[in-house]
């Protein structure tokens, strides 16, 4: 078994694409819109990042969920993109709109560190390769 993808259901998937291409330099690979659904890929190397339509997750989960929400507190996953500058790349995020958690800094193994939240509420992590 590998890991293939994780998908992140949110209410404006272009508005989300757009924003990880300018915030983390990802390239989109796929977007498609079929039954009010828009799914959209982002390059990251061998694992695929997918955005979904909220209202997909309205279907898949008819019994409720908890969607993610810049003005609540962060949910308890986050992505991890790998940078050998985090420095560079947290102001970069910053600069598209992402909203600081936690600036770049040395960890007690060596590597560097930063935390932000996507224009969603979605933890990211800019980690030193």
Known sequence: MKFG???IWVDDV????EFYEKAFG?????????????WAEMETGETT???SSTN???MLFPNGFYANDITQSPSLIQ???ITPDVATAYMR???AGAKSLDA???QAGGQMLARVRDINGVLVSLVSG
């Open 49 to 51: 990042l997918a955005f």
């Open 56 to 58: 997909e997750a309205q």
């Open 93 to 95: 995020a910053l600069g």
């Open 79 to 81: 992505i991890s993109l």
């Open 14 to 17: 272009m508005k989300t694409v």
């Open 26 to 38: 990802l390239v989109r690979r796929t977007i498609r819109e079929q039954n009010q659904v828009t």
């Open 5 to 7: 993808y994780t998908v």
């Open 104 to 106: 770049p800094k040395r």
